[in-house]
């Protein structure tokens, strides 16, 4: 079954997302690579993970022809290995900087607001809407939602990465580190820190208040009771916190280099 497509138009060019039956978006790699200024595809695509392209029939004059697809975390990632490449035209780095705002600001949230995405909410706010599903579906345990659909709604509409996701991201920019290895990072940033209780990570409120930080809600059901039980929220890495972390590594490197010289 071929998935909705939203026809986007970025400086004169198309860029073709589509919608697959949960709402989450496919960019089409052609039409990314051409912005990023790739001759072809594959050269960008054959940088990214298995989990961040796929293939999807994408409408067309000629019919239904199955194309390369970006997930969301997947357009991320090839715009941060463009941007941290050797890119020495001025106006190329421009538009991929113009590219990637105009994503964030323009084509998620369009998509979000007519797709099964919700609109973003602050902490208590979404604590409390999933409290008030709780309740509501606890009067309902024969009918209760898988988890993916749950989790669907709880997402937050601002491109964030887990951080797993954000490692992977940052070792593709040239900066290798593991999940473990960021985790650590942030919390020498003071962005996380580990629970005393349960040994888990944590955000805090001043990484979420400075935009380096989001958390997304978690939940399971109960294998006995079908009961939906909360579980500590997911740390996230906003796009802006993969920014600052690239640019502190970047000037991290030129002290070490001028170090080296005198």
Do not use: C
Request: aromatic share 6%.
């Amino acid at each position: 079954m071929t998935a909705a497509i939203v026809p986007f138009t970025f400086s004169d060019q198309p860029v073709r997302v589509i919608t697959d039956e949960q709402g989450e978006p496919w960019f089409v790699a052609t039409d990314v690579a051409r912005i990023l200024g790739y001759s072809v595809a594959k050269d960008m695509t054959r940088h990214l993970d298995d989990d961040e392209k796929g293939g999807r029939p994408v409408p067309t004059p000629g019919g239904d022809q199955e194309m390369t697809v970006l997930t969301e975390a997947g357009l991320y990632a090839a715009i941060l290995q463009r941007q941290v490449g050797r890119i020495d035209d001025e106006r190329r780095r421009t538009i991929i900087a113009n590219f990637k705002r105009w994503v964030t600001h323009t084509v998620l949230p369009a998509i979000r607001k007519t797709g099964s995405y919700v609109a973003p909410m602050t902490d208590r706010e979404r604590a409390l809407a999933l409290a008030h599903e709780v309740i509501a579906l606890n009067d309902r345990v024969a009918e209760l939602e898988p988890r993916a659909l749950v989790a669907d709604k709880l997402l937050t509409a601002d491109g964030d990465l887990s951080v797993a996701d954000a490692a992977k991201a940052l070792t593709r920019a040239g900066i290798k580190v593991g999940e473990r290895r960021l985790f650590a990072a942030l919390a020498d940033r003071r962005w996380v820190y580990r629970d005393r209780g349960d040994g888990r990570w944590r955000v805090y409120q001043s990484a979420i208040d400075g935009g380096w930080m989001t958390v997304l809600p978690q939940s399971h059901y109960h294998p006995k009771t079908g009961v939906l039980v909360l579980d500590p929220p997911q740390p996230r890495v906003t796009p802006k916190g993969l920014e600052r972390l690239l640019s502190d590594h970047g000037a991290a490197e030129r002290r070490e280099s001028l170090a080296v010289s005198a």
